[in-house]
């Protein structure tokens, strides 16, 4: 099993393009989740989805979308890109019931 | 509302010390989950540890030892003998038993010096 995937790995965007992380998972995992993580800093939510065809927001959704048409994929949708999401962005997914995330490596993220 | 807050920004020990890391969390829900993450200079965020509101047992594993007060709100983790390995950045965190979030605190950086 793979776990929980992520691409790419790195990338770099300029200011006003975008781009879709990929999140898979092959854990059958119902809920999925994405967060960034600034320099220095905590984990902050940007969307979270309990299942295919359910999303929802977090703390900082702002600048992001999401889609979960499959139970497997997360896709994370950057629009416009502003220097304000250079980050390192983590995809997680949780079990049903009240179990422990588990991480994809992240994609580090530059936008200049 | 729920809170993790982990006051230890940085901490430093020399190998072989002892250390523990503090978490302090805020729920009002009676049933909730905590967790231990450790986030080694290679980024990748490992699931440590996993503890019930209804389970205040504290557990050891190996040099990890957790433990759990409900009386002070806390989740504290002690590194027993600390190696270079355990260089890392941990963080805390909440899932309340009625959501589907994950409340995480800002992390404790750790840094072991040989």
């Known amino acids: 099993n793979a776990g929980v995937t992520q691409t790419p790995k790195f990338r770099i965007l300029k200011i006003g393009q975008s781009m879709t992380l990929q999140c898979t998972q092959d854990?059958?995992?119902?809920?999925m989740y994405w967060y960034r993580q600034d320099p220095g800093m905590g984990l902050k939510l940007i969307y979270y989805?309990?299942?295919?065809?359910?999303?929802d927001k977090g703390e900082v959704p702002n600048g992001y979308n999401v889609s979960r048409s499959t139970t497997e994929d997360f896709p994370l949708r950057l629009e416009l890109a502003a220097p304000s999401q250079t980050s390192v962005y983590f995809c997680?997914?949780?079990?049903?019931?009240?179990?422990?995330?588990?991480f994809g490596p992240g994609t580090r993220l530059t936008v200049t | 509302a729920q809170k993790v807050t982990q006051a230890q920004t940085e901490i430093s020990v020399v190998e072989k010390e002892d250390v523990t890391l503090d978490c302090v969390y805020e729920t009002r829900d009676t049933t909730y989950y905590l967790f231990w993450y450790k986030q080694p200079p290679s980024g990748e965020l490992v699931f440590l540890i996993r503890r019930n509101s209804f389970d205040e047992q504290n557990e050891i594993s190996g040099r990890y030892s957790w433990n759990f007060q409900k009386s002070t709100s806390s989740f504290n983790f002690t590194i027993t003998a600390s190696q270079v390995v355990d260089s890392a950045v941990y963080f805390c965190a909440l899932r309340s038993g009625t959501g589907n979030q994950f409340y995480f605190g800002t992390g404790t950086s750790l840094t072991v010096i040989p």
């Open positions: 989805s309990v299942g295919a065809g359910i999303t």
């Open positions: 997680a997914t949780s079990g049903t019931g009240f179990y422990e995330q588990y």
């Open positions: 854990m059958n995992h119902n809920y």
